[in-house]
T-cell receptor, first 112, second 112 residues
Framework: AQSVTQLDSQVPVFEEAPVELRCNYS??????LFWYVQYPNQGLQLLLK??????LVKGINGFEAEFNKSQTSFHLRKPSVHISDTAEYFC??????????FGAGTRLFVKA | DTAVSQTPKYLVTQMGNDKSIKCEQN?????MYWYKQDSKKFLKIMFS???????INETVPNRFSPKSPDKAHLNLHINSLELGDSAVYFC???????????FGPGTRLTVL
């Protein structure tokens, strides 16, 4: 069975500072990896995804993530955050079946 | 356009009532989902439908019944509502081999 652990429930950071949101997963088979973002009172939307190939994946809004197979991690990074990045971020895995497993979420709070 | 729409956006009702939430996606993709998000933002899959057939039912009480009249619709009917059913319910559709999820805007259900 697959599982996803987001290591931080909340990450406060000042505007224009870099940020990393950590995600570890476990699976006995190959997985597809995702980061989704949820702004207040909205549904989730895809930030980026890793399917295969290059381990560094670039997404929308200046975010990127790196797949590390040996450490089973898929951490999300942004070199300089904005107030508008304040949101809930979810890491997720899927094996190509009909079930996506989501992490518990990390609340990113960007302070002025 | 990858829209997934849900109605209503807000639903306030009394314990014991029966209610339905409607979901429609406009691309004809086969796999649709219902998720429940609790007050701590934890996202849990409830049901998955592929080609109008139920393929995942994640230990959801039988008071919850999904109904898929066609590939574009997956409605959620809830009988005998309880206080613990209060949550945000998201409809989503999966696409591609990696099952990337597209979410609706959510329905906030409040049971009084």
């Amino acid at each position: 069975a697959q599982s996803v652990t987001q290591l931080d429930s909340q990450v406060p950071v000042f505007e224009e500072a870099p940020v990393e949101l950590r995600c570890n997963y476990s699976s006995s088979v190959s997985v597809y990896l995702f980061w989704y973002v949820q702004y207040p009172n909205q549904g989730l939307q895809l930030l980026l995804k890793y399917l295969s190939g290059s381990t560094l994946v670039k997404g929308i809004n200046g975010f990127e993530a790196e797949f590390n197979k040996s450490q089973t991690s898929f951490h999300l990074r942004k070199p300089s955050v904005h107030i508008s990045d304040t949101a809930e971020y979810f890491c997720a895995v899927d094996t190509g079946g009909f079930k996506t497993i989501f992490g518990a979420g990390t609340r990113l709070f960007v302070k002025a | 356009d990858t829209a997934v729409s849900q109605t209503p956006k807000y639903l306030v009702t009394q314990m014991g009532n029966d209610k339905s939430i409607k979901c429609e996606q406009n691309l004809g993709h086969d796999t649709m989902y219902w998720y429940k998000q609790d007050s701590k933002k934890f996202l849990k899959i409830m049901f998955s439908y592929n080609n109008k057939e139920l393929i995942i039912n994640e230990t959801v009480p039988n008071r919850f019944s999904p109904k898929s009249p066609d590939k574009a619709h997956l409605n959620l009917h809830i009988n005998s509502l309880e206080l613990g059913d209060s949550a945000v319910y998201f409809c989503a559709r999966g696409t591609g081999v990696c099952n990337e999820q597209f979410f609706g805007p959510g329905t906030r259900l409040t049971v009084l």
